[in-house]
């Protein structure tokens, strides 16, 4: 079965850190890119980061771009969300999501809850 | 960045009616788009991408078109399960935006 499981999410201080884990099964993962997509309580869906198959290309939304680092590890099948830096509006849940070669997102995870707050 | 403006943001429907979604680009995206459906509590699910091509397994009463920069989200015959919410994303250049979303509710 084609599955993606996130981990890592949790309540966090302004301005602390969090990783966020991805964990791919059921597909050959290196032939992928993969994005993160976030989503803050009640509201729409918010692209966070792509990555490409070999990590040679790396975009980042405006919003988290120099505080978040995407990577992967394509022997380990994993996809993941260092955030530092994390802010009040960060709080959503984010979903780890499989592109296929024709752009759409596919695959998603069931998400991990990420809160910031004092 | 582009934006993307989608239209309703609520829309009330019933059973069998034609519902259409629209989603207007700030510049032109090609044909480099995609629709989901979300339900509450569940993540996205793809359902045309494209513009217009069908995801495998998606009912065929979901359809999607492009003019220019407008595109629309048809759903021939509203079905039980197409209450949820809609959503428009464009990939056709960082940072790939998404609309606003629309939300299917029972009239």
């Known amino acids: 079965e084609v599955q993606l499981v996130e981990s890592g999410g949790g309540l966090v201080q302004p301005g602390g850190s969090l990783r966020l884990s991805c964990a791919a099964s059921?597909?050959?993962?290196?032939?992928?890119?993969m994005n993160w997509v976030r989503q803050a309580p009640g509201k729409g869906l918010e692209w966070v980061s792509h990555i490409s198959r070999s990590s040679s290309t790396i975009y980042y939304a405006d919003s988290v771009k120099g505080r978040f680092t995407i990577s992967r590890d394509n022997v380990k099948n994993s996809l993941y969300l260092q955030m530092n830096s994390l802010r009040d509006d960060d709080t959503a849940v984010y979903y780890c999501?499989?592109?296929?070669?024709?752009?759409?997102?596919?695959?998603w995870g069931q998400g991990t809850t990420v809160i910031v707050s004092s | 960045d582009i934006q993307m403006t989608q239209s309703p943001s609520t829309l009330s429907a019933s059973v069998g009616d034609r519902v259409t979604i629209s989603c207007r680009a700030s510049q032109s995206i090609s044909d480099w788009l995609a629709w989901y459906q979300q339900k509450p509590g569940q993540a996205p699910q793809l359902l045309i991408y494209k513009a217009s091509s069908l995801e495998s397994g998606v009912p065929s009463r979901f359809s999607g078109s492009e003019s220019g920069t407008e595109f629309t989200l048809t759903i021939s015959s509203l079905q039980p399960d197409d209450f949820a919410t809609y959503y428009c994303?464009?990939?056709?250049?960082?940072?790939?935006?998404f609309g606003q979303g629309t939300k299917v509710e029972i009239k």
């Open positions: 999501a499989r592109r296929t070669p024709l752009g759409g997102m596919d695959v």
């Open positions: 059921g597909f050959t993962f290196s032939s992928y890119s």
């Open positions: 994303q464009q990939y056709n250049s960082s940072p790939w935006t």
